[in-house]
């Protein structure tokens, strides 16, 4: 059972991912204790290795993690919270005015203030790609659509109770888009995606590899949970990373939610039990092996046919030197 409700609207990132801190501890809790608020990018680590997510594992990103980033505070009126735009020219210890240059003492101490006031610095032509992308947002008409009237960055804190242990574990939410109720969209929920490849066939191998089907589930079951609307489809406003800056809109079909639904459900089931018991498998813990502690592995399907083929066609003649080698 799942109960949830807002917190507020518009929040910075650093906002939402700051854990409360436990009352009897006084600080805040750390992975493995139960007063973790987890999130769903939380939920699908621990899903792949309970122990790598209990020791601190966390994904370094990419570049295009931080190009994503940018735009949506872009996008959302956050980024002057968040990014400091780097000078194109320095004053020297002499007082002349140079290029900027990274490596010099000066423009060291720049970076640092920056950092040191909570942003991120960042070069005048990455915030004029940036903006260029988000013109190009603004300017789509079924973009534009959705955005209007809608809130953004909605942070949702929700509880689940698990029936087996008794538990009660934390959860977290930042909705991108949640469109006007009364308007066009007033039955979904969205999300902001930048990427490399925006195109239809290309979205559900992508949506799959970073488990976006599942954040569609969780992100609806936990807002209904807090509000009662009965918001049904979840939408990804998809946008390519690199200039032109193509748009895509895709709709998360029901059975590709219901499947993130089914995998977030047995997560949180899976993870109370080893808040429970302390208990937190590795790889080979999870998996059945054919040895104590070591995992078989098996050929893909698509391994074995190919395979197959070729045995097949080289059964027919005698295959060359270099063909018998690279069998």
Not at 195 to 212: F, I, L, N, Q
Not at 228 to 244: N, Y
Not at 309 to 322: D, F
Request: include cysteine.
């Amino acid at each position: 059972m799942i109960t949830a409700r807002i917190v507020a609207s518009n929040v910075l990132p650093s906002e939402y991912f700051r854990q409360p801190a436990m009352l009897d501890a006084g600080r805040p809790p750390v992975r493995g204790e139960a007063g973790y608020v987890m999130s769903r990018s939380d939920l699908g680590e621990f899903a792949n290795c309970p122990h790598r997510w209990r020791v601190g594992y966390r994904d370094g990103g990419s570049e295009s993690t931080e190009w994503g980033s940018m735009v949506d505070a872009a996008l959302f009126g956050q980024f002057g919270h968040l990014y400091a735009t780097l000078p194109e020219t320095y004053e020297d210890e002499k007082g002349n005015v140079k290029p900027w240059n990274g490596n010099s003492t000066v423009c060291k101490q720049t970076k640092a203030d920056i950092e040191r006031n909570g942003q991120i610095p960042v070069k005048r032509h990455e915030v004029e790609s940036v903006n260029a992308a988000v013109e190009i947002l603004r300017n789509d008409y079924d973009a534009s659509c959705l955005l209007e009237n809608a809130r953004t960055q909605v942070h949702i804190l929700g509880m689940y109770k698990d029936e087996e242990t008794g538990l009660s574990v934390p959860l977290r939410a930042l909705l991108d888009i949640v469109p006007d109720a009364e308007g066009r969209f007033g039955k979904c929920l969205a999300d902001l995606k930048t990427c490399s490849d925006a195109s239809p066939e290309a979205w559900p191998r992508t949506v799959a590899k970073w488990g976006w089907h599942i954040q569609a589930a969780f992100y609806l079951d936990l807002y209904r949970a807090a509000t009662g609307e009965d918001r049904t489809d979840w939408l990804h406003l998809v946008q390519e990373s690199q200039p032109p800056y193509e748009i895509g809109r895709r709709v998360i079909s029901s059975p590709f939610v219901d499947v993130g639904r089914a995998a977030y459900r047995e997560a949180l089931v899976r993870y109370a039990w080893c808040l429970k018991n302390n208990e937190w498998p590795g790889y080979d813990e999870v998996k059945a092996g054919i040895m104590p502690g070591w995992t078989l592995i098996e050929p893909d399907a698509w391994m074995v046919t190919s395979g197959m083929e070729r045995a097949l066609k080289l059964q027919a003649r005698v295959p060359t030197a270099r063909e018998a080698i690279s069998v």
